[in-house]
Structure formats: C-alpha cells, structure tokens
T-cell receptor, first 119, second 110 residues
Framework: DTGVSQDPRHKITKRGQNVTFRCDPI?????LYWYRQTLGQGPEFLTY????????KSRLLSDRFSAERPKGSFSTLEIQRTEQGDSAMYLC?????????????????FGPGTRLTVL | AQRVTQPEKLLSVFKGAPVELKCNYS??????LFWYVQYSRQRLQLLLR??SRESIKGFTADLNKGETSFHLKKPFAQEEDSAMYYC????????????FGTGTLLAVQP
C-alpha cells in the first residue's frame, strides 16, 4: 500500500498520560496535514507542514499538543497530559504542492486515522 | 468566519431514486469546494471538486455563488453509493487547509 499510513490505528490511554501518533505520508508529498474528528463532526484542521516547517497551527491545538516533521518525511503528533475531551479520530493527510505557494488546490490524500480513547 | 453547513445528518433513498445532498457555505471570497466520501471501513477520499466540473460515479455538483451552495446530485442512486459524504471548502492562500461540514450519511435501500 503506497498511501498515507498512520500508527497506531487505535490507542486507549488513561487521563493524564502522554500519547504519540505517527503519520507516514505518500513518499513524494511535501505537505502534511493533521486533522481531528470527533463523533458526529467533520474533520477539523489542526496543523500542517510544508517539508519540515510547521507553517500553521489551529487554535484547537493547545499547548499540550505538539507536532513535528523532523526530516520532511514522517510526522508525529504528541498529546501531553491527555484529557477525556481529547478522545477523537486523528487524521493525517498529505499532498504535493506544485506550482508554488498560492497555486490552486492540490488533492489531499488521507490516512486511515488513529482513534484515541482517553479513559 | 468560513463555514460549511450540511443540514441533513441522514438521507435515506431507494435504489434508482434521485439523490441530492445539500451543502451551503459561508465565505466572502472565491473558495474551492469539494465533496469527500467515506465508504464503510475505508478512508476519506476525494469524490469531486467544483473547478474540474466532472461527473464522478454519476455524481455532479454545481457551485452556485449566489446561493452559496454546492449540492451533490445523482439522478439514480445505487446501493454502492451508501456512504458518508462530506462537503469541504478550501479558501486557498498558503495553506490549502480544508474546512469540512458535519457530513451526511447516505443510505440507499434496495
């Protein structure tokens, strides 16, 4: 499978614990996005990277959340001191930006998601 | 603020019936609109985008700027169309991030 992969697929943790998720984008894609999806809602944007640079963060991303993409390939999303409200599906997507910043939309390819349950 | 509204959580139709999934958006500029679909046990995938003006799997969607709508239509529903459908907006700039609606579950009955 050459699509976007995410690991783990499911994570159950206790409140107060730290968790880390990994996303491997499609290999040549230079953009990587993180979204969060809670029950009954559509995905909500959290943050995105262009290569290794984190260029935008949503207000949804509290200081307990941190994301990295150290070599411009895979990315990790860490949640510290998890709370029950963090329970959600965390989706990763990647795209290839062609034509420079401001060019028209480039399709985002989504991973299967990591389902987090905080007890 | 940019927003996408899908008023129906569930749309149930019989096979062969026409389908219209509603989507309204709020954005003062010129957004790009998309429909994403998620079949059971599969990942989210792009169905169609307004600028391509394509028909994918028999589905079409026309952007109506006056009504700020981007409804998804299909003249004859098939059972394999049963899925969750999300309308999404991208207002470009540097991010190309997507703003999604809450989704509509389409159930096509035999």
């Amino acid at each position: 499978d050459t699509g976007v992969s995410q690991d783990p697929r499911h994570k159950i943790t206790k409140r107060g614990q730290n968790v880390t998720f990994r996303c491997d984008p499609i290999s040549e894609h230079n953009r990587l996005y993180w979204y969060r999806q809670t029950l009954g809602q559509g995905p909500e944007f959290l943050t995105y990277f262009q290569n290794e640079a984190q260029l935008e963060k949503s207000r949804l991303l509290s200081d307990r959340f941190s994301a990295e993409r150290p070599k411009g390939s895979f990315s990790t999303l860490e949640i510290q001191r998890t709370e029950q409200g963090d329970s959600a599906m965390y989706l990763c997507a990647s795209s290839l930006l062609a034509g420079g910043v401001g060019s028209s939309y480039n399709e985002q390819f989504f991973g299967p998601g990591t389902r987090l349950t905080v007890l | 603020a940019q927003r996408v509204t899908q008023p129906e959580k569930l749309l149930s139709v019989f096979k062969g019936a026409p389908v219209e999934l509603k989507c309204n958006y709020s954005y003062s500029g010129s957004p790009e609109l998309f429909w994403y679909v998620q079949y059971s046990r599969q990942r989210l995938q792009l169905l169609l985008r307004h600028i391509s003006r394509e028909s994918i799997k028999g589905f079409t969607a026309d952007l109506n700027k006056g009504e700020t709508s981007f409804h998804l239509k299909k003249p004859f529903a098939q059972e394999e169309d049963s899925a969750m459908y999300y309308c999404a907006l991208s207002y470009g700039g540097a991010t190309n991030k997507l703003i999604f609606g809450t989704g509509t579950l389409l159930a096509v009955q035999p």
